[in-house]
């Protein structure tokens, strides 16, 4: 809807069709007849909506048809809102969204009016160079109302992580390697800790999980456990759930996972 919005900022009305109530189809219509990618986008639109209107006229407990564009990804059930953006929602799924905003935005003055939004020579580029990201992504998986239920809490994913740091397997993602985090051994050569990984990463799931959101972190918070003892540094965070605020703070030791025989 944002992107629709402001692929819709002050769009000339030749561009957007004179008698067509939806400007983005038209936009997207338009720009295909010269750009061959928002031309696979519109083949592949007019296929969906074409399987939208099947679906509405068969009978009940009947299957249209289950492709989309190509031969491996099913067609899931259309929602309302799926199909009131399914110019952008198809483009984005396809990774094509940001080149057909960067074209647009290449030949606006075709499109848009001078005050534009992506007739911008800074505004336009940037919000094709922000859509890479969001079409980089595969959007085959997505997370359910009650996941909160189905995750497993932080203490079992600690529990995991101990088990697998110490009987974990050589080909296990645990044993991916830490930031920096390596032995020296009295021969002078260096090797990685097969335990660093495995401690950084149940750390991890402390902090960032998907219970709570991360409001706030910085690195290097000193604190001091008692009066004789020298400050600790270590890293503070705030973190929101759906009930209360929680602020935590773990030593930089046990976040690079060399903690070691110290107390």
């Not at 750009?35 to 074409?50: I, M, S, T, W, Y």
């Not at 809102?81 to 483009?91: D, F, G, N, S």
């Not at 984005?92 to 007739?119: F, G, R």
């Given at each position: 809807g944002v992107v629709e919005a402001c692929l819709l900022h002050m769009l000339k009305r030749r561009a957007a069709g004179f008698l067509r109530t939806d400007k983005v189809a038209a936009l997207f219509t338009k720009v295909g007849k010269t750009?061959?990618?928002?031309?696979?986008?519109?083949?592949?639109?007019?296929?969906?909506?074409?399987?939208?209107?099947?679906?509405?006229?068969?009978p009940s407990g009947q299957e249209p048809l289950k492709r989309q564009g190509s031969t491996t990804s099913k067609t899931?059930?259309?929602?309302?809102?799926?199909?009131?953006?399914?110019?952008?929602?198809?483009?984005?799924?396809?990774?094509?969204?940001?080149?057909?905003?960067?074209?647009?935005?290449?030949?606006?003055?075709?499109?848009?009016?001078?005050?534009?939004?992506?007739?911008?020579?800074?505004?336009?580029?940037?919000?094709?160079?922000?859509?890479?990201?969001?079409?980089?992504?595969?959007y085959t998986k997505l997370k359910t109302a009650d996941h909160y239920w189905t995750d497993p809490s932080a203490d079992e994913l600690v529990q995991r992580h101990r088990i697998q740091g110490v009987h974990g397997r050589q080909d296990s993602p645990s044993k991916r390697p830490a930031l920096g985090i390596r032995k020296r051994h009295s021969s002078g050569s260096t090797s990685e800790d097969p335990f660093a990984a495995s401690a950084r990463e149940y750390v991890e799931s402390l902090h960032q999980n998907s219970r709570t959101h991360l409001l706030y972190g910085k690195n290097n918070v000193l604190v001091q456990p008692k009066d004789d003892l020298e400050a600790i540094p270590g890293y503070l965070s705030l973190h929101q759930s759906a009930d209360n605020l929680t602020l935590k703070w773990t030593p930089n030791q046990l976040m690079n996972g060399t903690l070691g025989d110290s107390e």
């Open positions: 750009c061959p990618v928002a031309g696979d986008v519109c083949r592949k639109v007019q296929e969906l909506q074409q399987q939208v209107e099947s679906r509405k006229n068969q899931p059930i259309l929602t309302p809102q799926a199909i009131k953006h399914i110019w952008v929602r198809t483009a984005l799924i396809e990774k094509v969204l940001d080149k057909i905003v960067q074209y647009i935005v290449d030949n606006c003055s075709k499109y848009y009016e001078k005050e534009a939004l992506l007739a911008d020579p800074v505004c336009g580029p940037i919000l094709a160079s922000l859509l890479v990201g969001p079409c980089a992504l595969e």
